[in-house]
Each structure stands twice: as structure tokens, then as C-alpha cells.
């Protein structure tokens, strides 16, 4: 997981506001950003010139009596050299409901803007927050409700709306009106009934009221990471300086890894005596697959326990859990299990304490699709109950992560992508919407934006890999868009530390120079830079790891894009490069690559041409 790191400088600013009724200013502390309250107003600015206006309430409602801003509430601030944060604090004792919360953000213009909007017309609050970004300016965004993080091109710099510390709180959406992003939150549920499949819960009905409170409390933090540069978008950190500390003391047993999954592959194995499916011989496979690659996990994901029932308690007849566990722990692979979010709370406790007690690492948990209160109140519990039994989360159909991963380490992925299970079903169109299909303009988007959000269960590594000309949806033997190196090249991109392999053993097993240079890389890293990069056309990403080596990856558009790598960012001495790069045919046929090995040191200039849809990767050891 990459280390987070806080300046003296920032500790200033985050201690320099106290709470009072009075007017309030906060300064960055280069002195470029300002942000100011008063009369219930917030004002942005950055170099002396206004960014937003931001009109901003909250109405409670406790024993007949409404409380709002200024009487029960109050204000904080905070200013960083990265952007600027605000939350409303509560004074009301005893038991209050929130009615209503105002944060419409006003800016100069009608600029650009990248909404990523909800899947689901019809309830739009009801979806699995994966979405493709709707670039236009705000007042042509429509009232189909988005979801956070979302971005607005000011120009001189791009700002991108965020949220922390969403605890017991209802997630914020917006929607486009003139010049301003009008905000919405999901009211509290009011009765919930179960699909007839995965014996998911959904919302039937809901209060007038968007939350319940108890006491005084502090509220989410509304984050407005402001950048000069695209390239400072994706290592921007306010999310994860502004979340609650760990609530977990000793987080020595919180294991990333490297992950082989079943079901993007469709559980496609070749060559083998058995019938593959969800059944312990198929597992045993996948098991000596990770085993013989160091990969640290598999996943057992939909169909181990019967999902209609949702009898999570018990398995298939197939799959023997206990024996499939032992004969991981022989091979130094463990196991994590896939389960519906409500399935698992509604046995949490039993759930925790069989599976720890077999030797399960933890649960992959997938199909909340919504934020309103209760549902946020559900992540934590989980977290809570799971850190307790030692067992890793990655959540997935769920909201954009808000720090949650800092306050509970043990969550290690978050959804909320537009990601690689989007290749097996991408001609679908949207609300009479352009189709969501053009996964390599995505790829070089969503790291600027969604990035800062957190960590993404992006789940790449498909090796079927295809031209634009040449792309097709297939559920059973999925492709992907663009290169080799392109799908290569997002193991490095993306912060995953649950880093899943995608495809299926049989696949990695006939591509053996990319599957062991892939399953060398680490699953965590120390530190991320973006080194070069421009929103929506190409991105190049540094990272390190905690040995001190050095990884880069380079993703372009359907355009392809020729870079220049800088290697100055290395300490004196010579180091070994091992490129993978788009073939001199990646254009025609998206598989084709090459590689090279050379020494680097600090003085080096490395042209490298990413094809249409390509990219590279690259993995720098000191020799």
C-alpha cells in the first residue's frame, strides 16, 4: 500500500482552524489557495482569483424544533498546497435527524466537466457507481445523478470533488444546472425488500430525512483537490490525510498480494482432466497456478455457497472448502471468499469466526450499489467485525472509496471503476448515451480523477488482447482493448494492493515471458509520482517499492502517443531496465510486443512509442 506522507507544513495548516461562530479563513500553505466562510457562504480562490462559490447548510431536526448552520452547527476549514477541505461539526445533544445538507458549488463558468453519471435511469441512486466520465461543460451535464469523485476544468487549474470520513453518512451525488453542481444525498431507507436472486437487499421505500444522529459528531469532509497540472492529479492524497486514523492497532497480519480470480476468465481452463467450474479440482488448479507463479491469493467468487439462498454459511456440494484451504496453506496460497454485502452482515459474526477459524484470509464483497446512510453504516461494521478476525476485505460494487481504507487498512480494494468485468458486455448504451466503450480513453481518465479517490479493483491482466477495428464482447473467452503493454502497464498505473490476475491459468500458461515478468512485480508500492501525462490522452506512471526498485507503466488513448522517459528521478549508479513495449505490428495485431534489457542511470533518455491503444512497462533494478 503506498505510504501517505504528511509535511510539517500541512500539520500546520490542519491545526490552524478552531471552531467559532465567527467568519473563517484558511491559507495554503505556498499561500496560493484561500478558502473563506462567512454567512454561510464558502469562497475558493487560487492566485488571487475566484474559483467557486459554494452556499452551504444544514438542517436538523430534533424533538420539533429545526436546527441549521450557525445555531447547532458549525464550520471547520482546511487548506493544503493541493486543495482545500470543509465539514460541518455538530453541537446538538440527544437525538436529531439531518433533513437536508446544502453544498452546491458555483463556479466562475461554465466550464468543462467530467461527471461520471448513474447506470440506472430509473434509480439512479441504485447502481454499482461504474461509470464512464460524460465530458461537457456543467450546465449540458443534465439531472441524471453522478457520483463522486467528479472533475471540472477551470482553465488555469482542474478541481475534483471528493468526500472523506464518510461515516455514518449518506454519500453525496451530483447533477449539472448552469454554472453549478447542484448536490443530492440518498434518503434514509424506509423498508428494503430482497431481489429473488443473490438474496441481495434494495430500497423500496424512503424517510424525508437523509440521515439519523446522536450526540455531537463531526460530518464528512467535502474535498476540493485543486491541481495546476495534470500530472499532480494522480498522487493527490487529501482523501487519505483527511480520513479517521486506523481504528486498528497492530496491522502486522494485513497481508496485499497478487490474486488469481476465476470469474473474469469464466473459470476457462484447457488442456485439463476434469470439468472446469466451480468445483475443487478447478480450484486446486488455480491454487497450483498461484503457487508456482508466488502469487499469495486466490478468490473463490460467485457460486462456492448457493447465492439464491444466500446460505453463505455452507458450500456447494463441489467444493470441499476445508480441503481446498489445507492444500493452499501446502502451497503458500490462501484463500478469499466472494459474498453479497447484506449476506454477509446479516451472519457476520458467525461468518468471521467459522471461515477465520478454517483458515479463510478474508471475503471479497461485492453488490452493495447504493450510499445512503445505512449502507455506509454496513462497510464499517464489516470492517470492524472482520479487522477483529484478522480477515482482508476487497470491496467491490460499492461507492468510491473516502478513507475508509485508512481507518480500517484491513479493506484493501475498492471498486467503483468502470473496470475490466466492463469487456465482457461494453456495447451497451446508456440513457440514449454515446456506448460506454472505449476502455483505453477511460484507462487514461480515471487515474487523474477516480484515483485520488483510492485504490481501484480495476482487476486487469487479460491476455486476449485486441484492435479497436478488431474488439468484440465475449463473456467466456474475454478480450480486452488495446495492447499487450496496455493491459500490462495498468499493474503499475493502478494502486491495487489485492492485485488480481484476470485471466484464467490456461491463458497466463501459454504467454510465459509476460505471466513471469507480471508475477514479479510487487503488489504494493511506497510512493507514486506521474512523471508525464494529459487527461484522456496518455499517462505515465513512477512508482517504488519498499527495496528501493524502481517500476514504470505508460498507457495511451486509441491515438497512441510517443513519450520521452526522464530517468533523472534515480540516485547515482547504474540500474538494470527490463522493458516490455508495443510490438512494430501492435497497431494491426494488439498481442504483439517486445522487449529489451538495457542499463540506465539518471542521465538516460529513453524514446518509447505507445501504439494505438498501447503502452509499456517497466521494471528498474539497482545492479
Avoid at 455514518?168 to 440518498?186: R, V
Avoid at 503493454?485 to 493502478?494: E, F
Wanted: with cysteine.
Amino acid at each position: 500500500m503506498t505510504i501517505k506522507t504528511i509535511t510539517l507544513t500541512t500539520i500546520i495548516a490542519l491545526s490552524a482552524m478552531t471552531i467559532s461562530a465567527k467568519p473563517k479563513t484558511a491559507v495554503s500553505p505556498n499561500g496560493k489557495i484561500k478558502i473563506e466562510y462567512n454567512e454561510k457562504l464558502v469562497s475558493i480562490t487560487h492566485d488571487g482569483k475566484q474559483l467557486m462559490t459554494i452556499p452551504v447548510d444544514i438542517v436538523a431536526l430534533q424533538n420539533g424544533k429545526q436546527i441549521s448552520l450557525g445555531k447547532g452547527f458549525d464550520i471547520e476549514l482546511r487548506a493544503f498546497n493541493e486543495g482545500v477541505a470543509y465539514r460541518f461539526v455538530s453541537k446538538v445533544k440527544g437525538e436529531y435527524i439531518i433533513q437536508s445538507e446544502q453544498d452546491d458549488f458555483t463556479f466562475t463558468s461554465d466550464f468543462t466537466s467530467y461527471l461520471p453519471h448513474s447506470t440506472n435511469p430509473q434509480k439512479p441512486e441504485a447502481m454499482a457507481f461504474q461509470a464512464t466520465f460524460d465530458v461537457a461543460p456543467i450546465s449540458q451535464q443534465g439531472n441524471l445523478l453522478a457520483f463522486l469523485p467528479a472533475m471540472v476544468d477551470c482553465g488555469s487549474v482542474k478541481v475534483t470533488l471528493l468526500e472523506s470520513d464518510l461515516n455514518a453518512y449518506p454519500g453525496m451525488f451530483i447533477t449539472g444546472e448552469g454554472k453549478t453542481l447542484k448536490t443530492h444525498f440518498a434518503h434514509y431507507p424506509k423498508t428494503m425488500e430482497y431481489y429473488s436472486w443473490r438474496r441481495m437487499t434494495h430500497v423500496t421505500a424512503t424517510e424525508d430525512y437523509i440521515a439519523r444522529c446522536d450526540g455531537p459528531r463531526t460530518f464528512p469532509w467535502r474535498v476540493l483537490a485543486i491541481a495546476e497540472r495534470d500530472i499532480d492529479m494522480p498522487s493527490s492524497n487529501l482523501v487519505s490525510r483527511l480520513a479517521e486514523p486506523s481504528r486498528i492497532a497492530d496491522t502486522s497480519w494485513i497481508r496485499p498480494g497478487r490474486v488469481s480470480w476465476d470469474w473474469w476468465n469464466d473459470w476457462g481452463l484447457q488442456g485439463v482432466p476434469f470439468k472446469a467450474g466451480i468445483n475443487t479440482e478447478t480450484y486446486k488448479y488455480y491454487i497450483d497456478f498461484a503457487s508456482k507463479n508466488h502469487l499469495e491469493y486466490i478468490i473463490l467468487d460467485e457460486g462456492w455457497y448457493n447465492p439464491t439462498t444466500g446460505d453463505i454459511m455452507n458450500t456447494i456440494p463441489e467444493i470441499n472448502l476445508p480441503e481446498l484451504i489445507a492444500y493452499g496453506k501446502q502451497k503458500n496460497v490462501d484463500i478469499i471468499l466472494w459474498c453479497v454485502f447484506n449476506v454477509l452482515d446479516e451472519h457476520l459474526q458467525e461468518a468471521c469466526e467459522k471461515y477465520s477459524k478454517m483458515g479463510a484470509k478474508g471475503f471479497k464483497v461485492d453488490f452493495m450499489d447504493r450510499n445512503d446512510q445505512t449502507a455506509v453504516e454496513m462497510t464499517y461494521r464489516i470492517a470492524d467485525m472482520c479487522a477483529k478476525y484478522h480477515m482482508l476485505l476487497d470491496y467491490h460494487g460499492i461507492y468510491s472509496p473516502a478513507g475508509l481504507n485508512i481507518t480500517y487498512p484491513n479493506v484493501i480494494n475498492f471498486e467503483a471503476v468502470f473496470g475490466m468485468e466492463e469487456a465482457k458486455w461494453t456495447n451497451r448504451t446508456r440513457d440514449n448515451r454515446e456506448p460506454q466503450k472505449d476502455m483505453p480513453l477511460y484507462d487514461v481518465t480515471f487515474p487523474f480523477i477516480r484515483g485520488q479517490a483510492g485504490p481501484v479493483d480495476f482487476t486487469p491482466g487479460g491476455m486476449r488482447n485486441a484492435t479497436k477495428a478488431d474488439y468484440q464482447p465475449i463473456n467466456n473467452n474475454p478480450m480486452t482493448m488495446g495492447t499487450r503493454c496496455h493491459q500490462m502497464a495498468h499493474y503499475v498505473v493502478h494502486e491495487a494492493p489485492l492485485l488480481m490476475f484476470a485471466d484464467s491459468p490456461s491463458a497466463y500458461e501459454r504467454e510465459p515471458e509476460c505471466t513471469s515478468f507480471l508475477a514479479s512485480l510487487p503488489a504494493s508500492y511506497t510512493s507514486l509520482k506521474c512523471i508525464d501525462g494529459k487527461i484522456g490522452e496518455y499517462i505515465v506512471i513512477l512508482r517504488t517499492d519498499q527495496d528501493g526498485n524502481y517500476y514504470l507503466g505508460g498507457e495511451a488513448n486509441w491515438d497512441g502517443h510517443d513519450v520521452t522517459v526522464d530517468f533523472s528521478f534515480l540516485p547515482s549508479g547504474t540500474y538494470e531496465a527490463e522493458l516490455f513495449y508495443d510490438g512494430i505490428n501492435a497497431d494491426h495485431v494488439a498481442t504483439d510486443y517486445a522487449v529489451r534489457k538495457q542499463t540506465v542511470t539518471a542521465a538516460t533518455r529513453l524514446p518509447i512509442h505507445m501504439a494505438s491503444g498501447g503502452g509499456f512497462i517497466m521494471k528498474i533494478l539497482k545492479k
